[in-house]
């Protein structure tokens, strides 16, 4: 087996579980710049925790804003080898009301101001995504809230929009329209980054609200949304005391081939390649560089 670290992105308050030890804030320096904030290290059962506010402590950072290459880049030196994203969503099917976690197992990624990759002119690399998340962190994610008798479905659509505005009625019609499930801000790059990373990486979707389809959208009140998102916190905290030790025990390789999938993924020859774009890229491909 081979030593697991448990990544968590999301929220400041899912961070705050009972039985941490070992706590330290840290900086993390990166190549690609600051990521959000430092990156919390702590112990859970045995098993190794990084957590990474992923807006910064007090969300200080809009989505489009988010330094999402040096965030995974930090995870990546902090040594993490499984991410967990913990991300609130808006709900885009009437079976999946506020309260329900959902798997996701797929993204449609309507962004459109990010930087979405660690390689480029000088090194260029093109990963496969068909199968963007690690379905061995799906299936412990899907095990813990079955055991805590949290709502939740497995499977599901993200869909990935700029924001920071919400969507138009037309706009949340036509996701409906091809099939999606969920609606946030943030997991896209979130997700390739991590993959061309080589980090196992899942989605857990929390739902708020219903998003401006649903006929109720306009008479939910403020306080209604953070009732529902106080709840999802308690949620989610649990899920990581849950998962946490289910993970301890890693494969030496991701049956899925997550951290693999630079292997065949490198398309500039060695001798045309930036050294400059490749010292940027010694935690994330070094792996493979190193070759």
Not at 271 to 289: F, I
């Amino acid at each position: 087996m081979k030593e697991s670290v448990l990544g968590i992105i999301g929220g400041s308050g899912v961070y705050d579980i009972p039985g941490l030890s070992k706590a330290e804030w840290r900086p993390v320096a990166t190549p690609w710049g600051a990521p959000s904030d430092e990156l919390l290290f702590a112990e859970l059962d045995g098993q190794k925790l990084v957590f990474l506010p992923r807006h910064g402590r007090g969300h200080r950072i809009p989505p489009s804003e988010l330094n999402y290459q040096a965030n995974i880049d930090a995870m990546k030196r902090a040594g993490v080898t499984d991410i967990l994203s913990v991300s609130a969503v808006g709900s885009l099917r009437e079976d999946l009301p506020p309260g329900t976690f959902v798997v996701v197992d797929q993204f449609i990624d309507r962004s459109f101001a990010r930087v979405k990759s660690f390689f480029g002119t000088g090194c260029v690399a093109h990963v496969g995504l068909g199968h963007p998340v690690c379905g061995r962190l799906g299936n412990a994610a899907q095990d813990a809230l079955k055991e805590l008798g949290i709502p939740h479905q497995r499977g599901g659509t993200y869909i990935v929009m700029e924001g920071p505005q919400f969507s138009t009625m037309a706009e949340s019609n036509l996701y409906r329209s091809w099939g999606a499930h969920v609606i946030g801000m943030t997991n896209m790059p979130e997700a390739k980054l991590a993959r061309e990373a080589e980090i196992c990486y899942a989605t857990i979707a929390m739902v708020t609200d219903f998003d401006c389809w649903h006929p109720d959208h306009d008479h939910v009140t403020v306080d209604a949304i953070v009732k529902v998102l106080l709840e999802n916190a308690d949620k989610a905290r649990a899920l990581v005391r849950k998962v946490a030790p289910a993970l301890k025990d890693r494969p030496m390789a991701c049956p899925k081939g997550c951290d693999h999938a630079l292997d065949n993924a490198l398309i500039t020859a060695p001798d045309k390649r930036d050294p400059a774009l490749l010292a940027k890229l010694d935690a994330v491909a070094g792996r493979v560089l190193k070759k």
